[in-house]
């Protein structure tokens, strides 16, 4: 994946870098800036839930963790995912 990307989510683009963030945590979100971090070298089915999870959080930004990282879309979301990946190949 390239370094640093620029992608239109919701009518505004968002930097998307393949780097630990300030935090290091394995993905997140400056809202501020519009940068969504994304930790490299992960599997690709971690890759895909993390980038769904940070995802989830853009576009729903009132969502408490808890609801984003329990809910049953977030799981539905990346095996969806992961198989339209497959599917190309």
Same mark, same amino acid.
């Given at each position: 994946?390239? +370094?640093?990307?620029?992608?239109?989510?919701? #009518?505004?683009?968002?930097?998307?870098?393949?780097?630990?963030?300030?935090?290091?945590?394995? #993905?997140?979100?400056? &809202?501020?800036?519009?940068?969504?971090?994304?930790?490299?070298?992960?599997? +690709? &089915?971690?890759?895909?839930?993390?980038? @769904?999870?940070?995802?989830?959080?853009?576009?729903?930004?009132?969502?408490?963790?808890? @609801?984003?990282?329990? #809910?049953?879309?977030?799981? &539905?979301?990346?095996?969806?995912?992961?198989?339209?990946?497959?599917?190309?190949?």
């Amino acid at each position: 994946m390239k +370094q640093n990307k620029k992608i239109l989510i919701n #009518g505004e683009y968002w930097t998307l870098k393949t780097k630990y963030g300030p935090r290091k945590r394995v #993905g997140e979100v400056d &809202f501020d800036k519009r940068i969504l971090y994304i930790r490299p070298k992960q599997s +690709q &089915f971690e890759l895909v839930s993390t980038i @769904v999870h940070e995802l989830l959080h853009i576009i729903y930004p009132y969502l408490d963790e808890d @609801v984003i990282e329990n #809910g049953e879309g977030m799981y &539905f979301l990346t095996e969806k995912i992961l198989k339209m990946v497959e599917a190309e190949k």
